[in-house]
């Protein structure tokens, strides 16, 4: 036991001996707080974990930093984790630990014992610490969580599509950055080596603009289907995004353009040797 553990060793022992009032008391004080998401039971089963180990940690050390402590901390990352994927805001995680705080000075204020007092302080200021570890903890589960729906919004919205027989297509929507650009590159080469296509249409209707930066994007992901043997060409070129492609001085080379899906299609077809016929419908 450390200087710190001495120093705290009578609240130590208050704990211990009043372990189910206090326990009972934080629970009755962070559940209003969740508004009724978690069951009293789960609240109770987490309150009770916590505080067994933390008790367990002061009995040794005061010092949050140390070792004894590596159990709370991870139970308090734990929890934290698991509130930010249940919805629940920072100030509702945190206040899981710092409810404590009230349920121990309301326990020591039915006490006359100056040096408790001077012994609750030192112990709020270390669930003080501790409570930062849960909006740390709460935030890098967030970061982590945004990242995967960004990630999973982005292979959304850039389907490979098969057309036709050996006709793959792309239709973009939205702004094309280089993050998103390596995520088509990707599913458009391993679709072209999944299906053997020989055709690859990039369909920029919803592209919201095209500037030097897009062009050179679009430019990199048909170098890449080239180099897969699959001749690509851009379609959905509308006179706006032209007028802009002409005003920036951009060159799509010998790369073939199109205005519409329907007529990059009707050209990828008749490469294939598909002649694209229409029919007069008769009259009944």
Request: charged share 25%.
């Amino acid at each position: 036991m450390d200087a710190a553990a001495e120093h705290l060793a009578q609240l130590v022992e208050l704990l211990r001996t009043d372990s189910e009032q206090l326990i009972h008391r934080w629970v009755e004080l962070t559940a209003p707080s969740l508004r009724g998401r978690l069951t009293e039971a789960e609240l109770h089963s987490d309150s009770r974990e916590l505080f067994d180990a933390l008790q367990q940690a002061l009995a040794t050390t005061g010092n949050v930093n140390d070792s004894h402590f590596a159990e709370v901390k991870g139970l308090l990352e734990d929890l934290s984790r698991a509130r930010a994927r249940q919805g629940f805001s920072p100030s509702e995680t945190a206040i899981s630990v710092f409810t404590l705080k009230q349920a121990v000075s309301e326990l020591v204020g039915q006490q006359d014992d100056q040096n408790l007092y001077r012994q609750v302080l030192t112990f709020s200021t270390l669930l003080d610490v501790l409570g930062l570890r849960t909006f740390e903890a709460y935030a890098r589960t967030r970061e982590g969580i945004i990242k995967e729906q960004s990630e999973q919004l982005l292979e959304l919205t850039t389907p490979v599509v098969k057309l036709w027989d050996g006709v793959l297509a792309v239709p973009l929507v939205g702004t094309l950055d280089s993050i998103r650009t390596q995520i088509v590159m990707e599913k458009l080469l391993q679709a072209l080596v999944d299906t053997g296509s020989e055709h690859a249409i990039i369909d920029i209707t919803g592209v919201l603009a095209v500037d030097t930066q897009v062009a050179q994007h679009l430019l990199k992901t048909v170098m890449a289907a080239r180099l897969m043997g699959a001749e690509c060409t851009i379609s959905g070129i509308r006179p706006q995004i032209a007028q802009t492609i002409v005003a920036l001085g951009i060159e799509f080379g010998d790369i073939t353009t199109k205005a519409s899906l329907s007529d990059a299609l009707r050209h990828a077809l008749r490469r294939s040797g598909v002649d694209v016929v229409a029919t007069a419908r008769s009259g009944r």
